[in-house]
């Protein structure tokens, strides 16, 4: 497996992921459920998070969800965010989900 490492701060929790996958969906291999009306489909623009390390370039979803200032400070869409290389990401407290399945 040609894998990545995902690392959430605040608590510091490291997953391994194959490369290619979502932000989204390798922080719930976490535990963390990032807030989003649409499951992580790209189609509500709640699941924006802060990265810490270089961030890839913004997709045309996230042009069209983020203000450019939220943009220019490493704010993405995690459902968008594919993990390409070893990445840091700030999720805070707000943006989880208390319920999993809600």
């Known amino acids: 497996m040609d894998a990545v490492r995902l690392t959430v701060e605040p608590e ?3 997953v391994e992921v194959p490369r290619g996958t979502s932000l989204f969906h390798a922080a719930r291999e976490l535990g963390i459920h990032i807030t989003s ?3 992580g489909h790209g189609e509500c623009g ?3 998070v802060r990265l810490r390390s270089e961030p890839n370039q913004p997709t045309a979803v996230d042009y069209r969800m983020l203000a450019q ?3 220019d400070t490493g704010t993405r869409l995690s459902c968008r965010y594919l993990l390409e290389t070893d ?3 700030y ?3 707000g943006k989880r989900r208390q319920n999993r399945f809600a």
């Open 91 to 93: 999720i805070p407290p």
């Open 37 to 39: 009306d649409c499951g």
């Open 87 to 89: 990445t840091v990401v």
């Open 46 to 48: 709640k699941c924006f």
């Open 69 to 71: 200032d939220r943009l």
């Open 12 to 14: 510091g929790e490291v």
